[in-house]
């Protein structure tokens, strides 16, 4: 259930975030949704992957690289899903910061719920 629910809320946040930011197009909330399960996909495969063939680089700036992981797969994703559009590296980079910060902050609220 609760994997139902970050994936409802990270669709939602997709779709806010092409709102405002003009180079990420999404076509509609099905889009978002399939956004949203394959960043989790290529979140949960490719990405440590990546990091562990990155660690020196990733070491030299100080973890700064992360985000251009994270900016790559917004990229990849861009590539697989149709109704899913980002123009360029720079407009994947904020979307990946953006998405990344609202996930946190969202995800907060779901584990007070929990609390009480």
């Not at 669709?11 to 806010?16: E, F, K, M, N, R």
Request: hydrophobic share 65%; aromatic share 10%.
């Amino acid at each position: 259930m609760n994997l139902i629910i970050r994936l409802l809320i990270t669709a939602g946040i997709v779709v806010l975030l092409s709102h405002f930011l003009t180079g990420v197009a999404v076509s509609g909330f099905t889009a978002a949704l399939i956004v949203a399960a394959v960043l989790a996909l290529l979140n949960a495969i490719l990405k440590p992957i990546l990091i562990i063939l990155t660690i020196p680089i990733t070491i030299m700036t100080l973890g700064l690289f992360l985000f251009v992981i994270n900016a790559c797969i917004i990229l990849l994703a861009d590539r697989f899903i149709d109704g899913f559009a980002v123009d360029g590296f720079w407009t994947a980079l904020l979307f990946s910061i953006l998405l990344s910060i609202s996930q946190s902050i969202a995800y907060s609220f779901l584990k007070e719920e929990k609390k009480k």
